[in-house]
Protein backbone atom coordinates (compact mmCIF):
# COMPACT_ATOMS: atom_id res chain seq x y z
CA UNK A 1 0.00 0.00 0.00
CA UNK A 2 1.36 3.46 -1.00
CA UNK A 3 0.76 5.73 2.44
CA UNK A 4 1.50 8.26 0.43
CA UNK A 5 -0.63 8.49 -2.39
CA UNK A 6 -2.50 11.28 -1.11
CA UNK A 7 0.43 13.61 -2.24
CA UNK A 8 -0.32 13.22 -5.79
CA UNK A 9 3.39 13.59 -6.78
CA UNK A 10 3.85 12.97 -10.96
CA UNK A 11 5.26 9.66 -11.90
CA UNK A 12 9.11 9.22 -11.77
CA UNK A 13 11.21 7.62 -14.08
CA UNK A 14 14.54 8.01 -13.04
CA UNK A 15 16.90 5.60 -10.11
CA UNK A 16 17.39 8.45 -7.75
CA UNK A 17 13.49 9.57 -8.04
CA UNK A 18 12.51 7.06 -5.18
CA UNK A 19 15.13 8.72 -3.42
CA UNK A 20 13.80 12.06 -3.97
CA UNK A 21 10.04 11.31 -3.48
CA UNK A 22 10.60 9.86 0.15
CA UNK A 23 12.82 12.26 1.46
CA UNK A 24 9.44 14.44 -0.08
CA UNK A 25 7.08 12.41 2.12
CA UNK A 26 8.77 12.28 5.19
CA UNK A 27 9.35 16.30 5.06
CA UNK A 28 5.59 16.73 4.02
CA UNK A 29 4.53 14.10 7.15
CA UNK A 30 6.57 16.03 9.81
CA UNK A 31 5.32 19.34 8.52
CA UNK A 32 1.36 17.78 8.88
CA UNK A 33 2.01 16.43 12.15
CA UNK A 34 3.95 20.00 13.23
CA UNK A 35 0.63 21.73 11.48
CA UNK A 36 -1.93 19.61 13.31
CA UNK A 37 0.02 19.33 16.18
CA UNK A 38 0.06 23.36 17.32
CA UNK A 39 -3.26 23.39 15.89
CA UNK A 40 -4.62 21.98 18.53
CA UNK A 41 -2.46 23.52 20.98
CA UNK A 42 -3.66 26.64 19.80
CA UNK A 43 -7.21 25.73 20.19
CA UNK A 44 -6.41 24.33 23.54
CA UNK A 45 -4.99 27.78 24.88
CA UNK A 46 -7.42 29.65 23.70
CA UNK A 47 -9.91 27.25 25.47
CA UNK A 48 -7.73 27.13 28.77
CA UNK A 49 -6.43 30.47 29.35
CA UNK A 50 -10.12 32.08 28.36
CA UNK A 51 -10.61 35.13 30.41
CA UNK A 52 -13.51 33.66 32.25
CA UNK A 53 -11.48 31.56 34.25
CA UNK A 54 -8.59 33.01 34.49
CA UNK A 55 -9.46 36.64 35.67
CA UNK A 56 -5.90 37.44 36.73
CA UNK A 57 -2.76 37.04 34.79
CA UNK A 58 0.07 34.20 36.19
CA UNK A 59 3.19 35.25 36.89
CA UNK A 60 4.99 31.99 36.94
CA UNK A 61 4.38 30.39 33.76
CA UNK A 62 4.93 27.15 32.41
CA UNK A 63 6.27 24.88 35.17
CA UNK A 64 5.75 21.29 33.19
CA UNK A 65 8.75 20.73 30.40
CA UNK A 66 6.29 18.68 28.36
CA UNK A 67 7.51 21.32 25.59
CA UNK A 68 10.77 21.04 25.66
CA UNK A 69 10.13 17.13 25.07
CA UNK A 70 8.31 17.64 22.08
CA UNK A 71 10.83 20.09 20.49
CA UNK A 72 13.63 17.79 21.13
CA UNK A 73 11.52 14.72 19.29
CA UNK A 74 10.99 17.07 16.63
CA UNK A 75 14.76 17.76 16.21
CA UNK A 76 15.43 13.86 16.81
CA UNK A 77 13.11 13.45 13.47
CA UNK A 78 14.56 17.11 11.33
CA UNK A 79 18.16 15.24 12.12
CA UNK A 80 16.84 11.24 11.30
CA UNK A 81 15.91 12.95 7.73
CA UNK A 82 18.88 15.02 7.31
CA UNK A 83 21.22 12.72 7.86
CA UNK A 84 19.14 9.17 7.10
CA UNK A 85 17.90 10.75 3.76
CA UNK A 86 18.81 13.83 2.58
CA UNK A 87 23.01 13.84 2.90
CA UNK A 88 22.63 10.33 1.48
CA UNK A 89 21.18 11.06 -1.51
CA UNK A 90 23.42 14.52 -2.02
CA UNK A 91 27.14 12.12 -1.35
CA UNK A 92 24.83 9.64 -4.21
CA UNK A 93 24.06 12.48 -7.03
CA UNK A 94 26.46 15.23 -6.30
CA UNK A 95 29.68 14.01 -5.12
CA UNK A 96 29.75 10.43 -7.15
CA UNK A 97 29.85 10.86 -10.20
CA UNK A 98 29.73 7.97 -13.13
CA UNK A 99 32.97 7.50 -15.17
CA UNK A 100 32.28 9.54 -18.18
CA UNK A 101 33.11 6.55 -20.66
CA UNK A 102 30.06 4.59 -19.38
CA UNK A 103 27.69 7.23 -19.50
CA UNK A 104 26.18 9.57 -22.01
CA UNK A 105 28.09 13.16 -22.07
CA UNK A 106 25.61 16.13 -23.35
CA UNK A 107 26.87 20.11 -23.11
CA UNK A 108 23.82 21.95 -22.74
CA UNK A 109 23.42 25.71 -23.30
CA UNK A 110 20.20 27.55 -22.69
CA UNK A 111 19.44 30.94 -24.00
CA UNK A 112 16.58 32.84 -24.24
CA UNK A 113 14.33 30.71 -25.31
CA UNK A 114 15.91 27.28 -25.79
CA UNK A 115 18.18 24.40 -25.20
CA UNK A 116 21.31 23.81 -27.38
CA UNK A 117 22.85 20.60 -26.21
CA UNK A 118 25.63 18.96 -27.82
CA UNK A 119 27.76 15.58 -27.65
CA UNK A 120 31.56 14.88 -27.99
CA UNK A 121 31.44 12.92 -30.56
CA UNK A 122 33.76 9.54 -31.22
CA UNK A 123 36.51 11.03 -29.16
CA UNK A 124 35.14 11.90 -26.19
CA UNK A 125 35.70 15.30 -25.62
CA UNK A 126 34.12 18.59 -26.55
CA UNK A 127 35.86 20.98 -28.60
CA UNK A 128 36.46 24.20 -26.88
CA UNK A 129 33.07 26.64 -26.62
CA UNK A 130 34.44 30.37 -25.18
CA UNK A 131 31.41 33.70 -25.12
CA UNK A 132 34.30 35.45 -27.00
CA UNK A 133 33.22 33.34 -30.22
CA UNK A 134 29.61 34.02 -30.05
CA UNK A 135 28.25 35.38 -33.65
CA UNK A 136 25.07 34.63 -35.30
CA UNK A 137 26.36 32.56 -37.21
CA UNK A 138 28.58 30.85 -34.20
CA UNK A 139 25.66 30.76 -31.92
CA UNK A 140 27.08 28.41 -29.19
CA UNK A 141 30.32 30.64 -29.57
CA UNK A 142 32.67 27.78 -30.72
CA UNK A 143 36.28 27.41 -31.33
CA UNK A 144 36.14 25.81 -34.76
CA UNK A 145 40.18 25.71 -34.91
CA UNK A 146 39.70 23.00 -31.86
CA UNK A 147 40.86 19.96 -33.10
CA UNK A 148 38.32 18.36 -30.33
CA UNK A 149 35.37 19.92 -31.86
CA UNK A 150 35.46 18.50 -35.36
CA UNK A 151 33.70 15.81 -34.84
CA UNK A 152 31.71 16.92 -31.99
CA UNK A 153 27.49 16.59 -32.87
CA UNK A 154 25.06 19.32 -32.29
CA UNK A 155 21.21 18.29 -31.86
CA UNK A 156 18.47 19.68 -33.36
CA UNK A 157 17.42 23.13 -31.01
CA UNK A 158 15.31 21.93 -28.07
CA UNK A 159 15.88 17.90 -28.00
CA UNK A 160 18.28 15.91 -26.47
CA UNK A 161 18.37 12.39 -27.11
CA UNK A 162 20.07 9.33 -25.11
CA UNK A 163 20.13 5.45 -24.91
CA UNK A 164 18.41 3.77 -21.78
CA UNK A 165 20.68 1.82 -19.27
CA UNK A 166 23.02 4.44 -19.36
CA UNK A 167 23.59 7.03 -16.79
CA UNK A 168 23.63 10.67 -18.07
CA UNK A 169 26.02 13.66 -17.54
CA UNK A 170 25.10 17.18 -18.77
CA UNK A 171 27.15 20.09 -17.97
CA UNK A 172 24.96 22.97 -18.16
CA UNK A 173 25.91 26.82 -19.38
CA UNK A 174 23.89 29.82 -20.37
CA UNK A 175 24.47 32.41 -23.12
CA UNK A 176 22.89 34.70 -21.37
CA UNK A 177 20.70 35.38 -18.68
CA UNK A 178 20.22 32.45 -15.31
CA UNK A 179 18.28 29.37 -17.02
CA UNK A 180 17.30 26.32 -14.82
CA UNK A 181 16.91 23.04 -16.39
CA UNK A 182 13.90 20.91 -15.08
CA UNK A 183 12.56 17.66 -16.13
CA UNK A 184 9.79 16.69 -13.37
CA UNK A 185 9.62 12.75 -14.68
CA UNK A 186 13.62 12.66 -13.66
CA UNK A 187 13.33 14.90 -10.45
CA UNK A 188 16.14 16.73 -11.33
CA UNK A 189 16.63 20.67 -11.10
CA UNK A 190 19.71 22.27 -12.42
CA UNK A 191 20.24 26.25 -12.96
CA UNK A 192 22.23 27.15 -15.92
CA UNK A 193 24.90 30.44 -15.05
CA UNK A 194 26.06 32.00 -17.79
CA UNK A 195 30.31 31.83 -17.15
CA UNK A 196 29.62 28.50 -15.43
CA UNK A 197 30.16 24.60 -16.07
CA UNK A 198 27.26 22.96 -13.97
CA UNK A 199 27.60 19.39 -13.69
CA UNK A 200 24.71 17.25 -12.90
CA UNK A 201 23.60 13.33 -13.68
CA UNK A 202 20.91 10.94 -13.32
CA UNK A 203 19.88 7.47 -15.00
CA UNK A 204 16.23 7.64 -17.05
CA UNK A 205 14.76 3.82 -16.43
CA UNK A 206 12.37 3.94 -19.38
CA UNK A 207 12.26 4.71 -23.00
CA UNK A 208 9.70 8.06 -23.90
CA UNK A 209 9.49 11.37 -24.51
CA UNK A 210 10.08 13.80 -21.72
CA UNK A 211 9.45 17.69 -21.25
CA UNK A 212 12.20 19.74 -20.49
CA UNK A 213 11.01 22.84 -18.84
CA UNK A 214 12.70 26.48 -17.60
CA UNK A 215 12.15 26.83 -13.99
CA UNK A 216 13.88 30.05 -13.31
CA UNK A 217 11.48 33.32 -14.64
CA UNK A 218 13.95 33.96 -17.58
CA UNK A 219 12.35 36.58 -19.73
CA UNK A 220 8.98 37.36 -21.46
CA UNK A 221 8.84 34.10 -23.30
CA UNK A 222 10.15 32.04 -20.68
CA UNK A 223 6.93 30.17 -20.39
CA UNK A 224 7.69 29.06 -24.35
CA UNK A 225 11.46 27.41 -23.27
CA UNK A 226 10.22 24.05 -23.64
CA UNK A 227 12.26 20.88 -25.25
CA UNK A 228 11.83 17.06 -25.74
CA UNK A 229 14.04 14.42 -23.79
CA UNK A 230 14.04 11.19 -25.91
CA UNK A 231 14.94 8.10 -24.01
CA UNK A 232 15.25 5.69 -27.05
CA UNK A 233 16.87 1.82 -27.18
CA UNK A 234 20.82 1.50 -27.63
CA UNK A 235 20.49 0.63 -31.08
CA UNK A 236 18.00 3.74 -32.05
CA UNK A 237 20.43 5.86 -30.14
CA UNK A 238 23.55 4.50 -32.38
CA UNK A 239 21.27 4.94 -35.38
CA UNK A 240 20.87 8.45 -35.05
CA UNK A 241 24.30 9.09 -34.07
CA UNK A 242 26.02 7.04 -37.35
CA UNK A 243 23.52 9.83 -39.20
CA UNK A 244 24.19 12.79 -37.34
CA UNK A 245 27.74 12.12 -37.78
CA UNK A 246 27.67 11.55 -41.29
CA UNK A 247 26.70 15.25 -41.72
CA UNK A 248 29.82 16.50 -41.09
CA UNK A 249 30.15 17.66 -36.93
CA UNK A 250 31.71 20.67 -35.89
CA UNK A 251 29.53 23.77 -35.52
CA UNK A 252 26.86 22.05 -37.60
CA UNK A 253 23.23 22.09 -36.44
CA UNK A 254 20.97 19.11 -38.41
CA UNK A 255 17.09 20.30 -38.53
CU1 LIG B 1 14.80 30.08 -19.32
Redesign the pocket.
Known sequence: MNLFGFLGLPVSFSVHAPQVDKLFYYIHYLMLALFVGWFCYFLYAIFRFRKSVNPKASYIGVQSHASSYIELAVAVVEIVILIGFALPLWSRLVDKFPAEKDATVIRVT????AWNSRYPGKDGIFGKQDVKFLTTANPLGLDNSDPAGKDDITAPLNEIIVPLGKPVITYFT?KD????FKMIPFRITQD?IPGLSIPLWFEPTQIGDYLIN??????NS?YF?KGVFKVVTPEDYEKYMAEKSKAGGGNVSFE
Not at 177 to 180: F, G
Open positions: AEQFSVIHSCCAQLCGHM
